[in-house]
């Protein structure tokens, strides 16, 4: 038999270790490498597409050109192993560790509060320490740059860049400069009554106790990869995997030579758009070809009439190439250099940019290139070289689009591309509207250039091209071709935009969908450009006596040329200082950092998938629905279990037990009800062979009818999952017939994804004796996972122990859903007698496990002229999906909540749970709250339009005054509602800035602002006294340190850290002396799951009860010995007999409700709270800016302000979310789109309102909770709201000032799209199908 051919070592350095592969497989990332080979596991997965950041590491190599070590950070689940030959990574291990040595960088992001379930935090330290690495003392802008490629699903970022604000230049330690202000001068930016009362607290942490940052300390490259750069080996270097063979030669000879030999094989550069198009596309190439090693490709050169850049220069490398270009030309000169700037600042992450070619990128040709369209106008030219030789062609329209004839010959790679400078009397501009600033691929977007005849008005060459309007990067030659001639005026502009959505046709199927608004953008941006241009006229014939007159742009059109920057949040965070004579060992009250803040920055926290591989382990892949509606005729296991490492798949007919039940079963059996229900799962030796099994598995469907996707669907077929939940005060028909006006409207809310960091996780392991299982499960109800396996495997609960070390987040998601997982990886670990661990990957976490309900809700509302409501009547659904789930809990809150902060005497409230061929919805931070209340608010805000009148003052017209009872019955006071409602208008200056807002939109036609503030009163835990219910097992041993379990979960909101503050307050003995393992069903049985804001505090009062228990238990021997120190007590204590270990319990809050009488008590407390929001509209695009957000919180005695601020914060950015960038998309069968961080958006650090105040409202009420605090796990999420309804705000002010009177239909998410049609105009008007 031949030898396969030898494979070459592979070589590269991972902290300062040198790293040889022998047999290197090319398809290993370098994420799996490092996390299974390595166990370096602090690098994290959550995406797999270079979306979200978890997974930064930073990569230094020797430049060859510069002779300079560049540091960049990298997305390692993008970047092949095989790249990294010659390089040295740095992984968040490299940077720092809690035994050794901790760096700065990680020791203030866990000091300042940054981290909250930590999963993000390893890839937010990356990031950061790159950027020092490059720039010790960076600007504001670097460090957003930075950091613009991460996302955090908790903590609403400002923390995040407060800690890396510690170390930019201009930094002075107060948290609210940059505003010119100091929040500790006296007298200085406030006035209001908290700054100067002196308990009250603006410093979450303290800046001075930070170690410095010294760069002399950091991993320095290592020299034999110095000395291996320096003397760079020309020998091509070959890695052959099983499937794929890795080609990187030595020079551009042999480079040019395999490409004529492997005409067929890529090139492989940033891997940015191959590596995505190979895992989730199906592209396969047996044979890579990597460039990286040719110094010919990084290659630039600066000519009189232009530049050219290297093909294999980073997008990074290419925004420095241009930036310097620009500070050495004139103005004139660089017109296409600026436009590629603008678009380079937010084209992806800082890390894709990193990893990117300019190369890639062109030859990539995505229809939402940012760059393709402009260089196109900017007549740039491809440089590209085979073994014939070289070749030019132009990068035009007719590349762009494909067409062979002017393409590259597949023996052809592209070496350079040369960029003209541009003229006197060019000018060139580039535009984008995305989802989000930062970080999102672009709806539409152009690249411009017009020239005019030199001191004319008159057209002398037009190009326009735009982007994400077809398949291709689309140019409107035509159209350019008719205006040649045209003077620049206003009658070319009504022609120009005919023109164009002539040409630019955008079939009904363009891509994304949105026909209607990016048809108006096509028109909007060319207007946009008209008056750039204009504008660019105006400072030409400053200089210009006698010279050429064009038309004025009016003074109230001038701000549509300004875009919005991205800038970082500011603002101050208050609360209320602890009592002077509490003891400096109590840590109650205090801002505690979060007990894992530190190791989730060093990577060593550790998370479900990051516990090592264990003996004999297994993975398991699901395989789920393609079909919405169906009958499962057949499934065809055969092929799947043929493939090699594949050792069963696990279906139905393997459950011992039983199926789920009825109505939800674990895994389909004769139906599917819709796309993502589980039918089976593959379990293979490797994750690569599962899923290449599930690809094998044939199903053969029967489709069933009706297929029912959407609410008004539902509706139409009667199709419910529960009986409709109402409630009914007053006499609302009879109130109607009294009332000045009533008015009726409609309100959509869209879905949210729970978008936790860490997707659904679970490792099964069985043990040897007696049926026993090990389940290591990331989930806010450990409880319900064993109960549900237990029934699964028909074993009893005992035998089944499920651990929770830490949750990377949950928000609802991880309640009901992981009792799935972890009861098909347990059938699969007792069929095959294997540990089974199953990881879903993003986009199986998103197609599977359903979100937050979408709503329907209809509004009646009765009023008088002088807005107060008399009547309301609403009636709502929401989307279920197929299963019942929480549907029927969801919809009964939200019918209790819906009153809001209102007091109306008539009321009717209906609500009905839609069932519908689309997964499962489930419990959702808020629980319908955030949802149902928007369409109160929202008939508030018609009632102010109706009356003339501004929707604050009927928002205090119709609030609860004085002690009442809310629809349900239950009493309650208002007195902290008025106080944070008060308190909100005073801190954001309502009524003057409202002014200024007022006088703003005066002056500017094309920009609009907007105001809002917003009441909430939100009820906390579950509407059940069983559910109140918690325990605790403290135990003390004999050396005196204690370890605390308790029955909640740790899922970011730090109930470990405040469980601590609990027990050191009652013990009386520092936190040091006390440790929180895990959560465990083994120690605490029965628990509730951690939900409903009330974990904290139930569980606080569990572990309070067993500290108090064992102090009772020490009293005598304190009593004989009080002197002595708390070892002596336990010892003394151990010697006596007395038990050192102690159950706590909490029997619960009463809590019950009575639908049939419509009456009850169903919520311990209330929390209240207020926030008030300010934003920019651009009218032409339908972006916004969120200028400020004042929330004023009711924390009462906040146990920690630290944690609960960041609770605040970090619900708020999630609302914000929903309510303006989060969408998902399903098509008309149920399939969703939106599986991935590119195609839904989160919000990232740029969407951060850029003042952004906090304030914790004093105590005033002594609720019946630990030390009389709140829990403010959802609460805020609703005040996001405060941003939609500040930029309904200021669409309505376009509105109305565009005479555009009839009344607009409320729906959430306010997505630019939504925002620009609804700012109905000129060019709204000139697409045929747009609606106002
Ligand atoms: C998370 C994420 C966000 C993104 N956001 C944006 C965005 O906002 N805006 C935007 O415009 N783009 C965006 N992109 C796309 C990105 O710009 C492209 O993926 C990238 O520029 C491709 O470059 P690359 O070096 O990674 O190409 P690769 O993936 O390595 O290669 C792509 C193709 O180019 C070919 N190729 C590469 N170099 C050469 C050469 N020298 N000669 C001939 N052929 C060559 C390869 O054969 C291959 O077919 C995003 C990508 C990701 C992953
Ligand atoms: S896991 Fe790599 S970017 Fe998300
Ligand atoms: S702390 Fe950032 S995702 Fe949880």
């Not at 050219?308 to 490398?317: D, E, K, N, R, W």
């Not at 030019?392 to 067409?403: K, R, S, T, V, W």
């Not at 009321?907 to 499962?920: D, E, Q, V």
Request: overall charge negative; charged content about 25%.
């Amino acid at each position: 038999m031949p030898c396969p051919p030898k494979s070459d070592d592979l070589v590269f350095f991972v902290n300062g270790r040198k790293v040889i592969e022998r047999n290197v497989d090319p398809e290993v990332t370098l994420l799996s490498f490092l996390r299974k080979n390595l166990r370096l596991t602090g690098t994290k997965y959550a995406c797999g597409r270079g979306g979200c950041g978890a997974c930064t590491v930073m990569v230094s190599k020797r430049d060859p050109l510069s002779a300079k070590i560049r540091h960049f950070s990298i997305t390692a689940c993008l970047v092949p192993i095989c790249s990294l030959y010659g390089a040295a990574v740095t992984t968040v291990e490299g940077v720092g560790s809690i035994n050794t040595r901790l760096h700065p960088v990680q020791e203030r992001i866990a000091k300042s509060h940054g981290t909250q379930c930590g999963f993000c935090t390893p890839g937010m330290v990356m990031s950061m320490y790159t950027l020092l690495r490059n720039h010790p003392q960076p600007s504001e802008e670097q460090l957003l740059e930075a950091l613009g490629g991460n996302l955090c699903r908790c903590t609403g970022y400002r923390p995040i860049l407060a800690s890396g604000r510690t170390f930019c230049v201009e930094s002075n330690g107060c948290q609210q400069k940059g505003t010119g202000k100091c929040c500790l001068d006296p007298g200085g930016n406030d006035s209001s009554s908290l700054l100067r009362e002196s308990d009250i607290c603006t410093e979450l942490f303290a800046e001075d106790e930070f170690q410095p940052l010294d760069p002399t300390q950091e991993l320095i490259f290592p020299p034999e990869l110095l000395r291996m750069a320096e003397k760079p080996e020309k020998q091509t270097l070959i890695f052959r995997g099983e499937r794929v063979t890795w080609i990187s030669p030595g020079t551009l000879k042999d480079l040019l030579e395999l490409k004529a030999k492997h005409p067929e094989a890529p090139l492989i550069s940033g891997n940015t758009s191959l590596g995505p198009a190979m895992k989730s596309q199906g592209h396969f190439y047996p044979i890579l070809l990597s460039p990286a090693r040719i110094s010919e490709l990084s290659m630039v050169s600066k000519t009189s009439d232009g530049l050219t850049i290297g093909a294999g220069c980073s997008l990074a490398q290419v925004k420095d190439i241009l930036a310097e270009r620009v500070s050495e030309l004139p103005e004139e000169k660089t017109q296409t250099y600026r436009a590629l700037l603008k678009h380079l600042r937010s084209l992806a992450g800082q890390q894709i940019r990193n990893m990117a070619s300019l190369g890639g990128h062109i030859i990539s040709r995505h229809c939402y290139s940012d760059l393709n369209p402009i260089l196109a106008v900017g007549n740039a030219t491809l440089n590209l070289i085979s073994e014939e030789g070289t070749r030019q062609i132009p990068l035009n329209e007719h590349f762009l689009a494909g067409l062979a004839s002017v393409d590259l010959k597949p023996e052809e790679i592209l070496e350079s591309v040369y960029i003209p400078h541009s003229q006197k009397w060019e000018f060139v501009s580039a535009f984008r509207q995305a989802q989000c600033q930062q970080n999102a691929l672009a709806d539409v977007n152009a690249g411009m250039r017009v020239v005019l005849k030199e001191g004319t008005d008159t057209i002398k060459d037009l190009s326009i091209a735009y982007g994400g309007v077809g398949a291709a990067t689309v140019s409107a030659q035509k159209s350019c071709q008719q205006l040649v001639g045209r003077p620049w005026n206003e009658l070319m502009l009504e022609e120009a935009c005919r023109l164009l959505l002539e040409e630019v046709s955008l079939p009904g199927w363009a891509p994304g969908g949105k026909v209607e608004f990016k048809r108006t953008l096509v028109v909007s941006f060319f207007f946009k450009f008209y008056l750039e241009v204009l504008q660019e006229l105006k400072k030409l014939v400053k200089f210009m006596p006698d010279s050429h007159h064009y038309p004025e742009i009016s003074d109230q059109f001038l701000s549509a040329l300004e875009d919005f920057p991205i800038t970082g949040s500011q603002g101050v965070q208050r609360y209320q200082r602890v009592d002077s004579h509490q003891s400096l060992q109590d840590p109650v009250g205090r801002p505690i950092m979060h007990l894992s803040g530190l190791k989730h920055a060093t990577g060593e926290a550790i998370f479900c998938d990051d516990i090592p591989m264990v003996d004999r382990e297994l993975f398991m892949v699901l395989v789920t629905s393609t079909r919405a509606h169906a009958k499962i005729i057949s499934v065809d296991l055969s092929q799947a279990l043929d493939l090699p490492g594949v050792i069963d798949v696990i279906t139905a007919e393997d459950i011992p037990g039983t199926n789920g039940t009825e109505d939800d079963k674990l895994m389909a059996v004769d139906e599917v009800l819709c796309v993502g229900h589980i039918i089976c799962a593959v379990v293979a030796e490797t994750e690569l062979q599962a899923k290449s099994a599930t690809e094998k598995i044939k199903i053969t469907y029967e489709d069933l009818e009706p297929v029912i996707i959407t609410i008004n669907d539902a509706i139409k077929h009667n199709s419910f999952l529960c009986p409709e939940k109402k409630l009914e005060q007053g006499n609302v028909e009879e109130a109607f017939e009294k009332v000045d006006q009533i008015v009726e409207g409609e309100v959509h809310v869209g879905g949210q994804e729970h978008f936790y960091m860490e997707t659904q996780r679970v490792l099964v392991i069985p043990k040897a004796e007696d049926k026993e299982l090990d389940i290591y499960v990331s989930t806010q109800d450990p409880a319900h996972v064993q109960k549900t396996v237990s029934s699964t495997l028909n074993i009893p609960i005992n035998r089944i122990t499920c651990h929770v070390k830490r949750v990377g987040g949950g928000f609802g998601g991880k309640v009901g859903r992981p009792a799935v997982f972890g009861a098909i990886a347990a059938v699969g670990a007792i069929k095959t007698g294997h540990p089974i661990r199953l990881v879903l990957d993003r986009k199986d976490d998103m197609l599977i496990t359903g979100g937050r309900h979408p709503l329907f809700g209809k509004y009646k509302v009765g009023f008088m002229n002088n807005g107060r409501i008399k009547a309301l009547d609403i009636e709502c659904f929401v989307n279920g999906g197929c299963m019942l789930d929480d549907s029927e809990l969801v919809t009964e809150f939200l019918i209790l909540k819906l009153e809001n902060a209102y007091k109306i005497r008539n009321l009717r409230f209906r609500g009905r749970a839609c069932m519908t061929n689309l997964p499962s919805n489930t419990a959702f931070r808020g629980f319908g709250f955030p949802q149902g209340t928007l369409i109160t608010e929202s008939c508030i805000t018609a009632v102010a339009a109706k009356c003339g009148l501004l929707p604050e003052k009927i928002r205090e017209k119709n609030m609860y005054k004085t002690v009442d009872k809310t629809i349900y019955k239950q009493a309650f006071s208002p007195e902290t509602l008025i106080r944070c409602w008060n308190e909100c208008l005073d801190k954001s200056s309502f009524h003057s800035r409202r002014m200024q807002v007022e006088e703003f939109n005066k002056k500017n036609y094309w920009k609009k602002k907007g105001m809002a503030i917003i009441p909430m009163k939100f009820s906390v835990g579950f509407a059940a006294t069983s559910y109140h219910q918690a325990a605790a097992l403290v135990h003390i041993y004999t050396d005196g340190s204690v370890l605390v379990t308790h029955g909640g979960n740790e899922l970011g909101q730090g109930i470990h850290t405040k469980m601590l503050q609990v027990a050191s307050r009652e013990l009386n003995i520092p936190m040091s002396s006390l440790h929180i393992c895990e959560t465990s069903t083994a120690t605490v049985p029965n628990t509730i799951a951690t939900a409903a804001s009330i974990g904290s505090d139930v569980n606080g009062r569990a572990v309070q009860n067993a500290c108090q228990i064992l102090l009772k238990r020490l009293e005598p021997i304190i009593k004989k010995n009080p002197e002595g120190t708390w070892e002596d007590w336990i010892e003394a204590a151990f010697e006596q007999r007395i038990s050192l270990s102690a159950t706590g319990y909490f029997r619960g809050y009463k809590a019950f409700m009575d639908w049939e009488k419509g009456e009850g008590d169903p919520f311990p407390y209330y929390v209240y709270g207020a926030a008030c929001s300010e934003v920019e509209v651009d009218c032409l695009t339908g972006a916004h800016k969120k200028i400020r957000t004042d929330i004023v919180m009711d924390a009462c005695c906040s146990l920690n302000p630290a944690i609960d601020i960041g609770q605040v914060e970090g619900s708020f950015i999630q609302g914000m979310g929903l309510y303006t960038t989060e969408e998902l998309k399903y098509s008309p069968e149920g399939v969703l789109y939106s599986r991935g961080p590119d195609e839904y958006k989160i919000p990232t650090i740029a969407d951060v309102p850029e003042e952004f105040n906090v304030s914790l409202l004093p105590s005033s009420q002594t609720p019946p909770t630990i030390y009389s605090s709140k829990g403010l796990g959802e609460s805020g999420m609703f005040l996001g709201s405060s941003v939609f309804f500040a930029i309904t705000d200021a669409v309505a002010a376009a509105r109305r000032e565009r005479d555009t009177v009839e009344d607009f239909t409320v729906r959430s998410p306010a997505t630019p799209e939504w925002v620009r049609m609804a700012c109905a105009d000129r060019f709204t008007e000139m697409t045929p199908t747009a609606k106002g």
